[in-house]
């Protein structure tokens, strides 16, 4: 970090301040429009779509997308897809957008599945910023997910 001015009206200070969810008031990453166009219903895009877009990740905030210089907020149900950061716990939304894996799929498939993801990925394949709500890569989730089952399957053997 640099070293900050001390002025009220400091840009950093501002822009800073909009990193934050109106909702839950947690800082929201940066997300690049053509995600939102791609993910956002019809309603959603009547709405226009904003210049500088963050997400949400917090699973019980219900926006997905906020950005406060407008200000404008898009909620889950303004998106064509469950959003996966807001429905942890359910093994029928997808984490890997780009080729259709949920939960119950990485379960069923075990370790084959983050190879599979890992190789398409590598392989160039994948389409995050138009199909994954993050509009990043989802491997960082898909890990998650599989630490959490693999608990999950050694608490049941038990
Ligand atoms: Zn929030």
């Known amino acids: 970090m640099s070293s900050c001015c001390s002025d009220d009206n400091c840009r950093v200070e501002a822009e800073s301040a909009s990193e934050f969810c109106p909702s839950c008031g947690s800082k ?43 200000p ?45 993801i890992t190789a398409e990925v590598k392989a160039g394949h994948c389409a995050c910023e138009v199909k994954n709500p993050k509009g990043v890569c989802c491997l960082g989730d898909v890990a998650k997910v599989e630490r959490r089952l693999g608990a999950e399957l050694v608490a049941a053997t038990r």
């Open 28 to 70: 929201g990453t940066s997300v690049d429009l053509i995600t939102l166009k791609a993910l956002l219903t019809a309603d959603g895009l009547r709405r226009g779509v904003p210049p500088a877009p963050r997400l949400c990740a917090t699973a019980d905030c219900p926006v997905v997308y906020f950005d406060n210089a407008v």
């Open 72 to 116: 404008i907020v898009f909620r889950e149900y303004e998106l064509t897809v469950p959003v996966h950061a807001k429905h942890l716990d359910d093994v029928l939304v997808p984490v890997c957008y780009c080729f259709g894996y949920t939960p119950r799929k990485i379960r069923e498939e075990g370790e084959i599945a983050s190879k599979t």
